[in-house]
Structures are given as C-alpha cells and as structure tokens.
C-alpha cells in the first residue's frame, strides 16, 4: 500500500514538472514569436525609406560643417517621429525637382506653393507646412525711406525672378501702393550680389532670411506671403495619408512648435536704417533724454576699480548710438530717487523715455505712456519657506520697496497677489518669519544663495519679467526708433547683460557664509585665535631682544635723516636759484637784443629806396648776427627749463597747411639765395590738429635750418608730410620726412647727434655757426610730444629726418567757429588808434614808438604801472584804445597796474584792451598774462610783424 502511494506522489511530481516545462515553453514560444514579430515590424519601418527632393534653400540644407539644416528638415524629421519613416534626399534643382517628383523618381519635396496647374500633376497636403514671405531688400545706407507712403521707390530698379510667384506679388503690391518700378531678372543669390555690386539694380525681393543683414543690407517692407505645402508623388496617396495624419498629431501635440521653427529660421537680423521723418525729429530734438532710477547698481553704476561707468543702461547706450548705419544716435541720462518724480518728468516731458518698466499695458494706458519692443526677459525665484507653492494660489509676496517695474510685472501676471514693501532682502527674510509675507521674488542668479539653506527654498516662476521702455503717448517716431535699436541688437544682448550685472551686485556677504555655517565657522576661528596668541607669544620675546638693536639703529637713522633734510634743503635752494637765474637772465639779455634788433629794423626803413649798399649789407649781417644770437640765447635757455623739467605741453589748434606756409616762409628766401630746390609734399587725411604747435613748428625749424645751413648750392631739401593710420580713435599719427642733399654725418657722429653741445667736426671746419644744442632741443621737444626721430645719413650724400608724432584730431568747431582770416596789418586799420605805452626802458621805448609811428599809430608814455593806472583813471573814456603793458617795472609790475584796471568802478575804462609787451618770453609768463586780464602777448625782441597782427587782431575784436 505505501509503495502504490509513493508510486503516485512521483507520478504526480513528474506531471506537474511536465506542465511547468510545457507552460514555461509555451511562454517562451509566444515572447520569442513576438520578439520576432516586433523585430520584423521596425525592420518593416526601417525599410520604409521615402525619398525627398533636396535643392538647396533656407528650408533644406547643408552648413559649413556638413551638418544638414533648414525648416523643411527639421519639420519632417519631427514628423518622422510619428510615422517612422527613414528619408533619403535626393539632390536636384528646382525645375529638376518638378520632373523627379512626376516621373516617381522622388516621393515628396517641401516648400511648394499651391497652384490649380500643379495639383493636376501631384498631391498637395492638407495643411500648409508654412509661409513663405517675400521681402523687399535695399541698402539703405545710400537711401532715404518714408514711414507714410513708398513713393521714394518710383524709378527703382528692383531685382526679382520674372514670371515667379515673387515677381506677382511684386506687381500686386506696386498696384496697390501706386509705384512704379523697373523689373530686373535675377536667377539667384549669387546674380543678386553681382547685380548689386555692378549697380544695376537698387533693391530686390527675396524671400525672409538673415544672410542680407551680413552684407548691409536692410529689409524696406514685406510685399507678399504664401502657404507652402508640401507636394506628392500622384501615385503615393498613402504617403499623402500617413502625412496627413502625422501633421495633425503635430499640431495637437506641439501646437507652437512650427511657429518656434519659422522663428528660428526666418527672423530677421535687422540692418536697421532711420527713416526721413526719423532723421528729421532727431535733428529737430537733439539728444534722446533718458530717465532711470539711480537705486539699482545692475542698471547703473560705476566699476570702483577702473572708473568706469558699468550696468545695462551703459551696456543699451554704447551699443545704440551707433548701431543705424545712417545716423548716431545722442543721449542724454538723467538720474531720479522717486519714481513718481520720474514719471512726471516723462509726462511733462522734461524726459524722453524711461529705462525701465515691467510690460503692463493696463498700467501703460491708465498713465498714458508707451511700451516699446522688450528689451529683456528677466526669470525670476520666488523664496520661501513654504513646503508647497503654486504661483496661481493667492500669496502675500514682499518686493523692494523702489522696485516699481517688478511691481508692475507683479500686479499684471499675477493679479491675485498681495505686495508689500521691505527695504532688504534680509527685512524680507524677517517677513516670512513673522508670516507678514509668503515669499519675496530674486533673479534665478541671486537665488542661487538659498540653493543650500535650512529655512528657504527658491522655486521657479514660468512667467519671466519682460522689461521695456516707457515713451510718452504719441511719440511714434521716438517709439520707432527706440524698437529699431531693439531690433538691431545681439538676441538677448541685455538679457546676458543683466545675468552678469545681477550676479555682480549681489555676491554673498562674510555674514551670510557665517550664518550658514556657524560651527564651523567658530571652531575655526578658535583655533585661529589660539595660534595668533601663540605667534605673538613667540615675537614678544623676541621683539624684546630687538629692542635694544632698534633704539641704536633709530639714533642712526635720526642723523641720516637730518643729514638728508640738510641736502635735501640745498638742492631745493639750488633749484629754486637756478630757476631765478633763467628768468632773470632770460629778460636781461633779451632787453639789450631788443635796442639791438629793434634799431636795426628802424635802419632798415629809413634806408628804403637810398642807394647805399654798403651800409645795407652791414646792416644785414648785423640782422642775421643779432638773430643768430637770440636764437643761440633760446636755445641755452630753453635747454635748461628742460632739464629742470618747467618746460610742458601747451595743447592749441593748429592747421597743417598753416604750419607748412611758417616754415616755407621762413626758410623760402634762404633757400633762394643758397640756389637750394625747396620742395614740399603733404599727403593727410586730417588736415586740423589739436598740438603744442609752438614746439612742433620749434622740431622742423631746426631740423630745416640745419638742411639748408647744410646743404651746398645747387643742392634741395625735400619734406614729405604723412598721415598713418592710428588704432586710437580720435587720433592721428603724422610721419614728416626732412632729407637733404647736404654734407651728410659720419656713423660716429650719428649716435650722439642728440647730445647738447655737439658739432660734427666738418661743420666747425667749414665755419658754419650755431650752439650744437639744435638736435638735443628737436629730440627733448619729440619726446615730450611722445614721439619718435630717426636720422639716416652719409657723408657727402646727404641727412634724412623721419619724425612722428600723434596729434589729437580737432573737430569742426575749432576751424568753423574759430578760423580767422588773414589779418592785413595795414595803416588803414590802425591809422590814428591812440596807444598808451607802459615801459621804464627809454631805448624799448624809443623803438616801439618809432614801430607804432610808421604804423599810423599815436603813442603816450608812461614809466611804470602806478603811472599807468593813474592815466587811465585822469583821462576820458575813449583817450586810449588799448595800453601795451611792460611787466617788469619800477613800482608797480604789470600784472598788478592791469589787475587795477579791470578792477576800475567805470566799466568802459576797466574793460581797455592790454597787451604785454615783454622780455618774459616763456609759455608760463604768456599763461601769467593772461590770468592777470591782458588780451594778448608780445615778446621782446619786438618782431615787427607779429605786434602789428596782434594790434590788428585785437582792434577788429572791438
């Protein structure tokens, strides 16, 4: 009996193993048949290859990189996704492409527009695939557009595919704006830019893409569009269907997703250009006058380390002023502390336009101003210490107090919102503590200092802050070209901007760190603590030890340092005596070569018409020995006010071709009677400079006087003027070459032609004159100026001088405004003026009387300044019609009688044209004189010419 039931319990045993095993097969089978059959299914979709017609265009190509691009791609690779079809792209043109798709030889081609004809040939699919628009493109850099009408196109020649949908609508929008154009055929954009490069047309319409804006080209107006679809082989009907159905479930499933793909492809990069009526309300206006709130560091600031001026607002003028082609843009910032003031300000229209305010038109329109284009999107956290947060459920939200674009944003997207103001983030903080609030709002950049806190979480908002501009209601033109600006910018240019200034402006403090890690925080200033007191334990020991050493070395600094204070007194007495001594010796000498000069002029002119050449060639070389001298005198003198370092940069206008006709009538008689070719080239762009024009005229003075002092007859001497280019703008860099075909220098002598006191010793052999202080004046005079020379020469060929020097470029008002033209110092202008001579030297007297006498002149004299004073202040309103004032004068100096006068109660009186008349010849006593109230300046040894144009100049000022 027990073996029948083990016999059963096995034979049940082996039947349920049986079952198991023929169950665990079945399953099996049935995973594997639909393994298998999945396998087969993709590979069937695998298989599904569908061939596509590829001619190059926006909608279908392949980049630099080898990288398929374009609408039409990646919209059927979207759709791929629902149908699993696998695309081959077949290359053609566009008619090829048409004869492919009827013959079979491709089964679909994208961007065709519909026509009755084509439908007899293909299949069409139900939806548009897009729009094609087609833009009428010009450059308007050499064109002036209207906003009201486009009759500024009559006549235009206009590029565009003949007997095309293009051309079509061409004629259709001519009709209807009344225009008249001139149609040109053009195959493509290759024929575009050789027909506009030839100028055989003006303008053409080409479909809406960016690669025009890359070449100065701007868009003038759409004047058409069209649905695209997508075309079918006749015979693939199923294509057709499954097509069909993949856009619709496109469309249900991503509806903006075509719209975001035509964004991506076909927004323009705007080449912006100002209209006519835009021009004309700029030049009208002047500058743009822009208002912000000076509370907000990411808007405006200014960078600490540099001193420059930093923030968004910085960021939109820099890049707006000269971002249209055709006109630079002026603004004027205007800072506020109350917002309320601002917007009064705009609505009074003391501003032009607000930077910034939240994109609120309900607000907008209640306050009557108006928003441009967005000028950036701001995402915005909000933080709090709420376990759930959902933005559509009612919040108390604190937001800073000043802050009113974020409030405006606040009260339009989230309505259902309570503000309330705080001063901080950290009174925020306290807010949400107190459960006065439920969250404040920060940049997602500034959140990120809540990323790992205890108490707080920032959380996302989906509805960025879009910041604009606020105009006052019916500024249009300003509207259209502040959105233009917009428009021309670098996609999210101040957005990026913002991400930076925003992150700057609100680093984490030392006490935030602390608050977040507080432990650690004082376990390691603990030990900090401990091993500062460890390490001043250690140096008290050994300062004491120091100590003694440190009082014996202070009782010897103490004597060097009274040792140097010693000498340190006499180089400054040294310097000051040396600095006496040049004015001192500067004037003395000078008064002497005055009687010396000034005589010899007057024998000049009673020598006139006689016929007494010996005298008249000792009185030459007395002339050019007194003029030698005095130049010798200069030089030493104004070699020492450089090396004392009192010699600086008088800035002042000058003309170039001004300079050229001094130096030309300087040198021109010399040359002449030398028999030297004087030749002259000037090759600039910029003919108006902003230079010390004294020492520029100083540097080629010499460097010319040695060329032809140098130079034998029969010989020339050539300056070629330069202009090169400069990297800093405003700035020009001028290269003046000097070569002559003189005696030439040995390479020796080269490298110390600089030092004072040098003269190659075949000069001194030929008993040639000079100082040999010259060249040392030229290469101080160009270093000073901060440029360069160099010298080139050989003996019995010649010397050639290459100086370069940089020069501020003067702008128009210096030449317009202050141009004068030649003064004639004739008698007709100075005839019977009344002068009133203040000078204690009887000689100078004498000389300057005679001078003004040949003028036509009348002269007083008077012996010092009190004298000078009191004359002025006895006679009549109307006695004297200006005074020539010494300086240096017994009683009263010069600067003190002028400062008397000007100080007079009698108007009339105290306003009496004053001219120093001076040996005080340097550029600080020219500065004195005209700080004490004179009009002008004459140098002694009076030049006879130079008083008399200063006289001239002066008088035709009255």
Sequence with gaps: MKKCVIIQKKIAVLCVAIFVFLGMWIMLSVHCLAAENNNGEAQTKQQKIIRVGSFEDTFNYIDQNGVRRGYGYELMQALAGYTGWKFEYVKCDWSDCFDKLENGEIDVMGDISYTDERAQKMLFSDEPMGEKKYILYADLSNMDIGTSDFKFMDGKRVGVLMDTEPEIMLTEWENKNDVHTEHINVNNDDD??????????????????????????????????????????????????????????????????????????????????????????????????????????????????????????????????????????????????????????????????????????????????????????????????????????????????????????????????????????????????????????????????????????????????????????????????????????????????????????????????????????????????????????????????????????????????????????????????????????????????????????????????????????????????????????????????????????????????????????????????????????????????????????EIFVNILSNAIKYTPSGGSVTINVDELICDEPGYMIVRTRVRDTGIGMSQDYLTKIFDAFTRERNTTMSKITGSGLGMSIVKKYVDLLGGTIDVKSELGKGSTFTVTLKHRIADESYYTEKHVEELETSSEILEGRNILLAEDNDLNAEIAEAILGHAGLKTERVEDGIQCVNRIIEMPVGTYDMILMDIQMPKMDGYKATQAIRRLPDKNKACIPIIAMTANAFEEDKRDAIEAGMNGHVAKPIQVDKLLSTLVEITMKQ
Aim: aromatic share 10%.
């Design 192 to 697: 575009v830019e050789k027909k506009l490069a030839n100028h055989e047309i003006d303008c053409f319409v080409s479909l809406e893409e960016s690669i025009w804006s890359e070449q100065g080209i701007s868009s003038v107006t759409t004047i058409g569009k069209s649905g695209i679809y997508f075309a079918i082989n006749k015979e693939r009907s199923d294509i057709k269907t499954k097509l069909d159905w993949a856009m619709r479930q496109l469309d249900q499933n991503s509806p903006f997703f075509r719209a975001d793909l035509y964004k991506k492809y076909f927004t323009l990069d705007y080449n912006q250009s100002l209209t006519g009526e835009e021009k004309s309300w700029l030049e009208e206006h002047g500058d743009i006058r822009i208002g912000f709130m000076n509370n907000d560091p990411a808007i405006f600031s200014m960078d600490g380390a540099t001193g420059k001026l930093t923030g968004m607002l910085s960021e939109y003028v820099s890049y707006a002023k000269d971002c249209l082609g055709n006109q630079t843009l002026k603004f004027n910032i205007q800072e506020y502390e109350d917002y309320s003031e601002m917007f009064q300000a705009l609505q009074e229209h003391e501003i032009d336009m607000i930077f910034y305010v939240g994109r609120n038109p309900d607000l907008a329109e209640k306050k009557w101003y108006t928003l441009t284009n967005t000028a950036w999107t701001y995402s915005l956290m909000a933080v709090t210490d709420e376990k759930y947060f959902n933005e559509d459920e009612s919040y108390t939200v604190a937001v800073p107090k000043e802050q009113e674009a974020l409030k405006q944003h606040i009260a339009f997207n989230y309505p259902q919102w309570k503000i309330v103001d705080y001063d901080s983030f950290e009174d925020a903080a306290d807010m949400i503590a107190n459960e006065e609030a439920d969250c404040f709002l920060m940049g997602a950049s500034q959140a990120m200092i809540y990323d790992n806190s205890q108490k707080f979480r920032s959380i996302p908002l989906t509805k960025t802050m879009e910041a604009c501009f606020a105009v006052s209601g019916g500024e249009g033109t300003l509207l259209s070209i502040l959105n233009k600006t917009l428009k021309a910018m670098p996609s999210d240019m101040l957005t990026s901007a913002l991400a930076i200034y925003d992150s700057t402006a609100d680093k984490v403090t030392f006490w935030d760190f602390v608050k977040d890690n507080m432990i650690a925080f004082f376990v390691a200033a603990g030990f900090f603590a401990l091993s500062i007191i460890s390490i001043i334990l250690v140096l008290l020991r050994k300062a004491r030890k120091a100590e003694s050493v440190a009082k014996l070395a202070a009782n010897d600094t103490k004597k060097l340092n009274d040792k140097l204070e010693i000498a340190l007194k006499k180089a400054e007495a040294a310097s000051l005596a040396k600095t006496n001594f040049l004015n001192n010796m500067s004037h003395d000498i000078r008064t002497p070569m005055n009687a010396i000069l000034g005589y010899a002029q007057l024998m000049e002119d009673e020598l006139k018409g006689k016929d007494l050449p010996e005298t008249s060639e000792h009185l030459e070389k007395l002339q050019q020995s007194g003029n030698l001298l005095l130049s010798i005198i200069n030089n030493v003198l104004d070699m020492a006010r450089i090396e004392s370092g009192r010699m600086e940069i008088d800035e002042n206008y000058g003309w170039i071709e001004n300079i050229r006709q001094t130096l030309f009538e300087i040198f021109d008689d010399e040359a002449k009677k030398k028999n030297i070719a004087l030749h002259y080239t000037i090759n600039v762009e910029h003919e108006h400079i902003l230079t010390d024009t004294t020492k520029v005229k």
